[in-house]
């Protein structure tokens, strides 16, 4: 099994950045493909990146497009996530996520979460 930890997450003025990261145990790591969900109270669980196993591949929800970048390390065993031009909406708990594909964890099939990382950007 894989044990995703993330870090990173805080308070940010909105315009701002913050970089996510997490942490993936076992020398299986790198035959995932990774991504990243978040869910602020009430709402459903949102996709927001994924990316293949060698990270060739990227995928990005509509509403983070052209903000946040995706990236891994396999020799590290983490995966980030870079984000920019913060605003208040994207205040929510973000969640790391480990899948078959990229395309699967667009999809919303993961095979492993994280526990979760706050994000709050104030206005």
């Known amino acids: 099994q894989v044990q995703l930890v993330e870090s990173g997450g805080g308070l940010v003025q909105a315009g701002g950045s913050l970089r996510l990261s997490c942490a993936g145990s076992g020398r299986t790591f790198s035959s995932f493909a990774m991504g990243w969900f978040r869910q602020a109270p009430g709402k459903e669980r949102e996709f927001v990146a994924s990316?293949?196993?060698?990270?060739?591949?990227?995928y990005y929800g509509d509403s983070v497009k052209g903000r946040f970048t995706i990236s891994r390390d396999n020799a590290k065993n983490t995966v980030n996530l870079q984000m920019n031009s913060l605003n208040p909406e994207d205040t929510a708990v973000y969640y790391c996520a480990a899948g078959i594909s990229s395309d699967a964890i667009r999809s919303g099939r993961v095979d492993y979460w994280g526990q979760g990382t706050q994000v709050t950007v104030s206005s």
């Open positions: 990316i293949s196993w060698a990270g060739i591949t990227t």
